[in-house]
């Protein structure tokens, strides 16, 4: 649906992307997730049409973005990191509004924002809308011209607990409307929630595209968490000796240990623990989570 290859962008002496390569299924949630700064924006305002770029090629619908830009707009939705309105409309002048510029018949206005949960509140002004609320009216918007491909720069990032849930849940909603989401977040929960293939981007460089399954398999990393009753901080160096643990995240009465055998981890661990003289409190194994196996990533480099 999307391809891009060798993408590049530069902001004076600044190189926002350097070289970026992906691609995005049809029908997939491809979450495209990176720190402050990674670059998330800067590719999805040049894949919306907004800002030019230096370098690449962008292929969308089998199409070259740059010669058919606005025959591909046409099938293209963005919800944009800080969505601007008319506080002085309510959420029903405003759609009908963007209806008239995109000069979209189609879509019906009320269906719309009962599908974002706005319409007890169609007829106050956006001004007095809560966050959340403003959000779910943008991405009311940006479904508006019947997107094939919906661009969401952090939907959710910005939002209370509750806020979240109920953007997640829309974007999950989305799903079954079989078009191509691109969602950016630097909140990995979210990514790990609603998206089928992870694109992690940092300084301008993507450093892994996969299928979310595949990306747990090819990551299963082990990990043992374990809780002292006292602050273990003074004795962790005689911990990181075996041969078999590769890293150690300490937090206050509890640490992580990252182990590269699991087997032999499992058989060793309790006795290197009992080494330390201190009492365990608790321990258990678990799997690399998202968010894991993005601290390794990022790291690494
Ligand atoms: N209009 C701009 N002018 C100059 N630098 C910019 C501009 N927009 C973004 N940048 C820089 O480009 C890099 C990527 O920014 P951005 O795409 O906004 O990242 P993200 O959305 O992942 O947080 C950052 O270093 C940022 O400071
Ligand atoms: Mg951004």
Redesign the pocket.
Same mark, same amino acid.
Request: hydrophobic letters at 25%; aromatic letters at 6%; charged letters at 10%.
């Given at each position: 649906m999307i391809k891009v290859v060798d993408l590049k962008k530069n902001? /004076?002496r600044?190189e926002?992307l350097k070289s970026i390569s992906f691609e995005v299924e049809k029908g997939s949630v491809f979450g495209f997730i /990176?720190r402050? %700064?990674? %670059?998330?924006? *800067? *590719?999805m305002n040049i894949l919306t049409g907004l800002i030019k770029f230096n370098d690449g090629k962008i292929i969308i619908k089998g199409k070259d973005f740059q010669e058919n830009k606005q025959e591909v707009l046409k099938s293209i939705g963005y919800l944009p990191?800080t969505p601007t309105f008319y506080d002085y409309m309510n959420a029903y002048e405003y759609l009908r509004f963007i209806g008239e510029i995109i000069s979209y018949e189609g879509k019906n206005v009320s269906k719309l924002l009962e599908m974002v949960k706005l319409a007890k509140h169609k007829k106050k002004r956006i001004g007095a809308y809560s966050r959340g609320m403003k959000q779910r009216l943008a991405l009311a918007a940006a479904f508006m011209g019947n997107p094939e491909i919906l661009f969401l720069d952090e939907p959710a990032s910005a939002l209370d607990p509750e806020g979240r849930m109920e953007m997640l849940e829309l974007i999950e909603g989305l799903k079954n409307e079989k078009i191509t989401i691109f969602l950016?977040t630097h909140i990995l929960n979210d990514a790990e929630r609603v998206c089928n293939k992870i694109c992690i981007?940092d300084e /301008?460089k993507i450093l892994l595209t996969e299928n979310l399954s595949q990306l747990y398999k090819s990551y299963i990393q082990p990990i043992f968490d374990v809780e002292f009753e006292e602050d273990p901080t003074d004795k962790i160096d005689l911990l990181k000796k075996p041969e078999w643990v590769e890293n150690i995240k300490e937090n206050g009465r509890k640490i992580s240990i990252y182990v590269k055998d699991l087997d032999y981890a499992k058989k060793e661990i309790l006795k290197e623990l009992s080494k330390l003289n201190t009492s365990v409190v608790s321990y258990q194994i678990r799997k690399s989570t998202l968010e894991d196996i993005f601290m390794r990533m990022v790291k690494q480099k």
């Open positions: 902001y /004076g600044v926002a /990176g402050n %700064g990674a %670059g998330k924006t *800067t *590719t990191e950016s981007i /301008g």
